[in-house]
Structure formats: C-alpha cells, structure tokens
C-alpha cells in the first residue's frame, strides 16, 4: 500500500499585521514578541471556508485533478464558520466536490491528523483524498490579551494525497492525545482562546520529541537521515528546543513563523509550501512533519518525497 502526495496550496489573507502595529493597542512591543516567540507579523482575515476553498483550488491545480477526481474531503479545522454543517461540507460545495466531506478537530495537530486519516481511507478503497487545514484563528482572540493576541494568526494549507500501489511516501506515523491536559488550551462556545503558556510550552517540546522519536524508530532510521524537518509553528523557541534534543540543526527546520504566526491546522501546509518554493523539497529526502496542539494532542510522521 501506498500513498503520495500529488500536490499542495496554499492560502493567507492579504492583511498584515505587525509586531508595532499590535504595540499601539497591547502593552508589547516588537522587541518582546520576536525575541520571545520569532514571530514578526502575521495575517489576518478571511473565514475558515473562503481560506480553505482558495488553497484547495491551489492544491487541485498543482496535482492536476478535477472536483470530479477526489473521492473524500477532510478539512482540519479549530474554527469551523459554524458548529454546524461542518464547513468540509461548504466548501466541497464551492468546489463542486460530489463526495463525502468532513470536518476534523486535533487544534494544531489537525493537519496530521488529517493526513493519516485520509493515509486510512486509501488504505481501504478511496484513490484520492483531499486535505485542508483551514483556520480564521482571530475570530476567537480576545484582542486585548497580549498573551494570546501576538501568537494566533489566520491561513490555510491543502494537499491531495493519492493511492499508489508502488511507491509511498508516508514511512511512520506517531499520534496521540492526552485530555488530561485539555484545560491548558481552551476556547468556550462564544468565548476567547486561553492558554498557560508556559505549561503548554514545556510539553509540547516533551511530545515533538518522544512521537518524533518513535517515527524515526518505526521509519527505521535516524534524525542524522532527516534533510527537513516541517514542524507545527507556534514558537521558534518551542522548534530550537525540539530539534537540539533530536540532534537536527536548526538549518533543517523549515521556520514561517515570523510571517505568519501560529495558523495551528494552517501551520505545516504553510510551512511545507514555502520549504518547496526555496528548491528545499528534493525527490528521495526523508522529511519529519509534527505538530502538537490543545488536547493536548501531537502527531509525528516521517516522509520520503517520491517526486
Ligand atoms: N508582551 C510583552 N510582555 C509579555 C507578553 C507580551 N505579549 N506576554 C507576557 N509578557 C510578560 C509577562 O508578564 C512576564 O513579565 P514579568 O517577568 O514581569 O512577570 C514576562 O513577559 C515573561 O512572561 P512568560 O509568560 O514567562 O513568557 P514566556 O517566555 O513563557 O513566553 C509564551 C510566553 C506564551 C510566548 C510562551 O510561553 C509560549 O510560546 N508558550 C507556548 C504557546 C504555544 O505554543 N501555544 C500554541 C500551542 S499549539
């Protein structure tokens, strides 16, 4: 069995907004965002469906399939327009899909999520599946919380994953949840993001590492094969952390953070599009792709590009 990625797209809305622009109305500054968090601006705007549509009609055309060949949609999502219908439904509408649509909620570890979910679906008759990690994130921030303000960010990223009897290029996937941590990264119905941050921080190093770990082993091979790592964006220091205790140099991470802040589900598509457009995707190269997010949830997967 067999799975490969045929294509990829990408999404953000055109509004940029700046560590100084975010200092005029919270008591930050540039200074403090891009030494604590790497991020220097992001963009802001759109909807999770009108985000989502537009990167999927990039994924579409850069695999060269049609609406009429894709046999199942996951749209990876935190912030769906509405509780319900699901917004896959909506925006398999705008696309003019004709095949079953969901959404998916693993906060910042959507995309993976998504992408093994739809590795299963291959598995089990489906030829191609297409995966949107979509979010309009500032919705939920509370605007006058500098804690949670100067991290979020809007985005959407997609691929169209395709069965393939005779190559594949996902080797290992490590997923988990712990709900017991559920409370250090919450937003309630009509509410706002809250976070401990510090908490969240500690533990997302400890869970990147331990299921990057266990790709690796299940892949069998080592952080010294990795030619990138493509991980979730939350903090340049939470992917500094990560990769000192895996033994990768920073030069292999792929780090979009400072231009888009934290889009969670948006995150690793995101940062995937701008490794290719900077030559950084070769055919044959092992690749590690992980997140983690409120759940707490994570997800590790090793990849080998088969084009
Ligand atoms: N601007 C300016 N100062 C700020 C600030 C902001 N936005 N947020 C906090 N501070 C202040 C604090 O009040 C504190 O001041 P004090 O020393 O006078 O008490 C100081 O900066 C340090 O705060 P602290 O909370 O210790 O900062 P930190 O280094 O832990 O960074 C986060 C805070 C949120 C950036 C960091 O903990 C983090 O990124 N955590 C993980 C978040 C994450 O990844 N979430 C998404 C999961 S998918």
């Keep these: 069995m067999g799975a490969r990625f045929i294509g990829w797209g990408t999404a953000v809305p055109e509004r940029v907004v700046t560590n100084d622009e975010l ?20 963009r802001i705007g759109g909807t999770a469906k009108s985000l989502g549509v537009l990167a999927a009609r990039d ?13 199942f949609l996951i749209l990876a999502t935190t912030t769906p327009d509405r509780i319900t219908p699901s ?31 739809a590795y299963g679906l291959l598995e089990t008759g489906n030829k191609r599946v297409l995966v949107i990690g979509a979010e309009n994130l500032s919705r939920w921030v509370d ?30 996937f490590v997923l988990g949840a712990e709900g017991a ?47 990138l790592i493509i991980p979730h964006q939350a903090n340049i220091r939470i992917i500094q952390a990560a990769c000192q205790r895996l033994n990768v140099e920073m030069e292999r991470a792929v780090v979009v953070l400072d231009r888009y802040g934290n889009t969670s589900s948006a995150s690793i598509p995101l940062a995937f ?33 088969s084009r």
């Design 23 to 42: 200092s005029l109305t919270l008591d930050t500054s540039d200074a403090w965002i891009t030494e604590r968090t790497g991020i220097r601006e992001r």
């Design 59 to 71: 994924a579409l055309n850069d695999a060269g399939v049609g609406p009429e060949d894709i046999d």
């Design 87 to 117: 917004t896959a439904t909506l925006i398999a509408h705008e696309l003019g899909l004709q095949c079953p649509a969901m959404d998916l909620n693993a906060a910042c570890s959507g995309f993976m999520y998504a992408v093994r979910t």
């Design 143 to 172: 605007w006058t919380d500098r804690n949670m303000a100067v991290l979020l960010a809007d985005g959407a990223g997609a691929t169209v994953l395709e069965y393939d009897p005779t190559e594949n290029d996902l080797l290992a």
């Design 181 to 227: 941590d559920a409370d250090l990264l919450t937003c309630e119905h009509e509410g706002y993001f809250q976070m401990d941050g510090k908490e969240v921080f500690r533990r997302a190093v400890r869970v990147v590492v331990d299921s990057a770990q266990k790709a690796l082993d299940m892949a069998g091979i080592t952080s010294d094969d990795l030619s």
């Design 273 to 305: 599009a701008d490794a290719r457009q900077n030559d950084r995707v070769q055919k044959g190269d092992y690749a590690l792709l992980t997140g983690f997010g409120a759940g707490m949830t994570w997800a590790s997967a090793v990849v080998r590009w």
